[in-house]
């Protein structure tokens, strides 16, 4: 784990070795208020009061915890002292280097290796990064350092001292410690055994057995599991089985992150845990699996979890895609629309019949945007319909339909039969084949207003993917409304970002070529801070390009159509490109250009 540095450094080449200090021993809040005072954080009126109130009662609390429950007000700022901003002020002031802990960088499972937990909370204490010659140690006692020789001896390494917040380091001791105790658990109720479903092991089958998927540390992993994957604003959890060991893996803001390894034998037995809860075969590890399950975030909503799994040479993979129980309620602001694609896209899904596509790669946000429109959209006056591959996320206001090929129920067939289900509206989750094109396209003859999704490039390479289907061109110009294709792109950490003084508008200029940018500009750059674990990014936003199918662009699809000839003429209508969408979010501060130039493709006439 690399430490995440607050404070400025300190010109001190000790520092995080040892604090620099005369005091030794625990801290105590009489000896904190003098410094404050010396320091001038607080004013001599300010110390006097806080010891005034103090000194009445007595507590177990660290004297950080209860110097920022009194409510110390700075003397520079006027602004109360909470004990993130006491402990920063104690790191300058005893040398040593300032923490937030990311529990994504921790080796959780060889933190009790170096102490154990009684030792941890006697001293205060907890590792956070193993190096091969290095022991970093968190720590909310700076001066009270006795014990870091003896494990100096005991790990053979030199301990680096790093100052925490007492409330972090007490809440991940606990969560640390006990996370590594249900695997370790786990792994002894299942000790030799190895999970059956090796490839490289199939010969073993008749001798192994597997760990009991109820036993108690396996059920502990797997609540901790979720309850982390929610704390880290993760979209995906993936547990992968490997030649030796097992990797957990968080996607957070469209970026892998390795978070934990665990034994074979724990991977499998959490494995069926999960397909256990998601209703799946257990049993059955030799063909892909899917299933749901449906829990609750700390917040207390509820949060919806796909689950598949997929056979691999060292055992069982399983994917689960979580999903945002806010999505479906989302403002068109808040999905990243601008202005100009907003006011078109709410013309476009209040008409009565049609066709309306969304297109993008996988991971897009096709499914947001739709859902969140469809949710708009169904009130009690109408009847929402959707035929999925699979139903991403459950909705009362919709009637949903899994696709069942296995029961001859594919998008076609289910099709068919929803048009004989009285709806007003219709989401198709993909369109894959002439089949499903056709009876989309009569739906919308027949007074329906019908939603589906394409993979392609861009808006305008929709309508030649559907022409090279084998859709006649009358067909399209009677039906499709317009084309909706998106892209997602990391947002910049509004705690962190800084205005980009060394910008090139000559590269933005060449990038959005034929277009120009007016208005305000403001390019902001990527820092790093505690809040988006020292990447410059928190969060994703939508680009978004709107082809509406004018009377001009319908005209040219009665001709041999041309994708260049189209694309003029759905600019010269209004479209924005996708890449001019990200120029619009550079310029607003949200995101950077690097990261607009590979979300979207170049645009081409």
């Known amino acids: 784990m690399s430490s995440l540095p607050v404070s400025p450094p300190l010109p001190n080449p000790g520092a995080g070795r040892r604090p620099r200090s005369a005091f030794k021993g625990r801290l105590e809040w009489r000896q904190l208020i003098d410094w404050l005072r010396e320091d001038g954080v607080v004013t001599p009126a300010e110390a006097q009061r806080t010891q005034q109130r103090l000194a009445a009662g007595d507590s177990a609390q ?21 004990a ?30 170096v102490m154990s937990i009684s030792y941890a909370e006697r001293r205060r204490a907890l590792p956070v990064q193993i190096g091969p010659h290095e022991l970093t140690v968190a720590t909310c006692e700076p001066f009270d350092t006795d014990w870091v020789a003896e494990i ?3 790990s053979r390494k030199t301990i680096k001292l790093v100052l925490v917040s007492p409330g972090e380091l007490q809440r991940y001791t606990t969560e640390f410690y006990t996370l590594a105790k249900s695997v370790r658990a786990a792994q002894k109720s299942g000790e030799a055994t190895m999970a059956p479903a090796n490839f490289e092991q199939l010969v073993e089958l008749g001798k192994s057995k597997q760990l009991d998927a109820n036993d108690q540390g396996v059920v502990q992993v797997v609540d901790w599991l ?29 970026v892998m992150h390795t978070v934990y390894q665990l034994p074979l034998t724990v991977m499998a037995a959490v494995t069926s845990r999960i397909k256990l809860l998601g209703r799946m075969d257990v049993v059955e ?19 919806e979890m796909r689950l598949s799994t997929l056979p691999t040479a060292f055992g069982e993979k399983l994917v689960m895609r979580i999903f945002d129980p806010d999505s479906t309620v989302k403002s068109l602001d808040a999905l990243g629309f601008g202005g100009h694609e907003a006011q078109r896209w709410e013309q476009l899904v209040t008409q009565a019949h049609g066709v309306i596509l969304v297109t993008g790669p996988t991971g897009s946000g096709k499914t947001t945007t739709l859902y969140s429109t469809l949710k708009r959209l169904a009130t009690d006056e109408v009847n929402v319909c959707t035929i999925e591959d699979p139903i991403e996320m459950v909705e009362p206001a919709f009637n949903q339909t899994q696709v069942q090929p296995q029961l001859d129920l594919g998008f076609a067939n289910g099709l068919r039969a929803l048009m004989r289900q009285d709806p007003d509206i219709i989401m198709v989750g993909e369109v894959r084949d002439l089949e ?3 009876m989309a396209i009569q739906a919308a003859l027949t ?15 929709a309508i030649t993917r559907l022409l090279d289907l084998g859709v006649p061109a009358y067909l399209i110009n009677a039906t499709v409304l317009g084309v909706l294709a998106q892209r997602l792109v990391r947002t910049l950490c509004p705690h962190c970002k800084q205005p980009d003084e060394g910008f090139e508008r000559e590269t933005l200029a060449e990038a959005i070529q034929p277009w120009r940018m007016t208005g ?27 082809l509406t199918v004018s009377e001009p662009l319908k005209a040219l699809m009665g001709q041999a159509p041309d994708l260049s000839r189209l694309r003029q003429q759905a600019a010269q209508d209004g479209l924005r490109p996708l890449r001019l969408a990200g120029a619009m979010k550079v310029a607003e501060g949200v995101t950077t250009l690097d990261e607009v130039l590979r979300a979207t493709p170049a645009w081409t006439r």
Not at 226 to 240: K, N, T, V
């Open 226 to 254: 979720w309850q982390y994957a929610f704390d880290q604003r993760a979209s995906d959890i993936h547990l992968e089985p490997r030649r030796e060991i097992g990797a957990i893996r968080f996607r957070i803001d469209g």
């Open 447 to 461: 007074g329906h207003l019908v939603f589906t999704t394409l993979h392609t490039n861009d808006a305008t390479s």
């Open 152 to 154: 100096e001896a005991h």
């Open 84 to 113: 993130e901003a006491l402990t920063e002020w104690l790191a300058r002031r005893s040398g040593l280097e300032y923490l937030r802990i990311d529990p994504l960088k921790v080796n959780v499972g060889r933190v009790a290796d």
């Open 62 to 82: 660290h004297p950080l915890v209860r110097l920022a429950n009194v409510g110390l007000m700075h003397a520079g700022t006027g602004k109360t002292l909470d």
């Open 436 to 438: 499903t094109a056709e």
């Open 520 to 546: 305000g500009f403001r390019p902001y750059k990527p820092v790093g801070c505690i809040e988006c674990r020292m990447t410059g990014f928190r969060g994703r936003a939508g680009l978004y390009e709107l």
């Open 285 to 303: 590890k030799r063909r892909p699996l899917d299933g749901r399950i449906k829990t609750r975030n700390p917040e207390g909503d509820e949060v």
